[in-house]
């Protein structure tokens, strides 16, 4: 524990001395509802984080991490977000595209990608949802067909609510390379550059006034025959492996973050008397309760020797944060009462306020409530499959 204590206070002392000077204007920027924003500095601040050896630093050391241990991962990610550090740019390619890789990928894929992402100088985007395939993923339309003559693979099709794909410089794609191949067969695991003709990207604009989000839109884009992650057909197994990453130990950081919200929402209380009222106080015991109920069934899984993704308790965790934050950010407003309604130059005002725009989409993007509640059903408990038409 001692050595566990050390390590919290070197976090503690970096960023202190790092997030500071140009970089204090980051301090706790780039969460709900903005995700876009003062990009370029967050770059900046990701070069800085890799010149201090703070990226991946759960990968192994062979592949240029620390190799740090689950509790020391929970460690930095808790000391980060406690810190104000700004949302991570990079997180998809570390949190998710790096480990994939690692397990996946052939060795010069991993000397090839690898590098780039711990540097902070190379971002990705997911290439997952579609029009018509955000939840239902089995029913993705976007197509890859092999070039016979050049052996690439050529992609048209469109995938949308593509986090931070106008500021990244790769995307992952899944697509259907097998003709008329439905649900889970006949996919393929694509790494795709952006700058590239065949490719537009175009932001979607949110209530909250920013466009993280975006439409990305193939014709004709290709991807290099080296640039297949597996096998043709591999496509969903490899998806699904990515998405077990996604909840590993990046969810204790959240939930830092979530922790940081609900105590700015106790400070405004406390000023403007609404903490007086029983109802109040009843919802922030219920929030707080509820966020250390998530931190016991993180810790949990994480401290198991399986996989986040064989562990059928984290099969709850999707559906279990996202109604706590949308419920959040009501209590928010409430707490707030008219002055939710107002314009204001308080920061903290206009982060509760954008908390709560965004929470809206916390239950329908990654899985909607409905799609969640049949995976923990037929995943988790084994119950029958839902009846479902052909796609």
Request: aromatic fraction near 10%; glycine fraction near 12%; include cysteine.
């Amino acid at each position: 524990m001692s050595d566990l204590n050390a390590f919290r206070t070197e976090v503690r002392d970096w960023m202190a001395s790092h997030l500071s000077g140009t970089f204090a204007e980051l301090k706790y920027r780039g969460g709900s509802g903005e995700g876009d924003v003062l990009p370029e500095l967050r770059k900046e601040w990701e070069r800085e984080l890799a010149a201090g050896r703070w990226t991946c630093p759960g990968w192994p050391q062979e592949h240029g991490g620390r190799g740090l241990s689950v509790a020391e991962q929970v460690a930095f990610q808790e000391e980060y977000s406690r810190a104000g550090g700004p949302g991570r740019i990079g997180h998809i390619g570390e949190g998710l595209m790096g480990p994939t890789l690692i397990a996946f990928g052939t060795e010069e894929q991993k000397k090839r990608f690898l590098p780039g992402i711990r540097s902070g100088t190379e971002f990705w985007a997911q290439g997952y949802s579609e029009p018509s395939a955000g939840s239902d993923f089995g029913n993705i339309k976007t197509r890859a067909r092999l070039d016979p003559v050049t052996g690439d693979w050529v992609v048209s099709g469109q995938k949308v609510w593509t986090s931070l794909a106008h500021l990244s410089d790769w995307i992952f794609v899944v697509a259907r390379c097998e003709e008329g191949s439905v649900g889970r067969n006949g996919l393929i695991f694509l790494l795709m550059p952006l700058a590239q003709p065949g490719v537009e990207i175009h932001p979607i604009k949110q209530i909250g006034g920013g466009a993280e989000f975006n439409s990305v839109f193939f014709d004709g884009a290709r991807a290099k025959a080296d640039d297949v992650l597996g096998q043709p057909g591999d496509g969903w197994k490899i998806a699904m492996a990515l998405l077990g990453f996604e909840r590993g130990i990046s969810t204790l950081g959240q939930q830092m973050s979530f922790q940081q919200e609900l105590d700015l929402i106790v400070e405004i209380s406390k000023e403007n008397g609404s903490d007086r009222s029983p109802a109040i106080r009843q919802r922030v015991a219920y929030a707080w309760t509820g966020l250390r109920a998530m931190r016991y069934l993180a810790m949990r899984v994480l401290s198991d020797d399986q996989s986040p993704e064989t562990r059928r308790e984290a099969l709850t965790y999707k559906y279990q944060w996202s109604n706590w934050h949308r419920d959040l950010g009501r209590l928010a407003m409430d707490v707030l009462k008219m002055d939710a309604n107002v314009v204001s130059d308080d920061p903290r005002r206009e982060r509760l306020q954008q908390m709560f725009l965004f929470a809206r989409a916390d239950t329908i993007y990654g899985g909607t409530n409905e799609i969640q509640l049949n995976i923990i059903a037929e995943q988790g408990l084994g119950m029958p499959r839902e009846p479902r038409g052909k796609l």
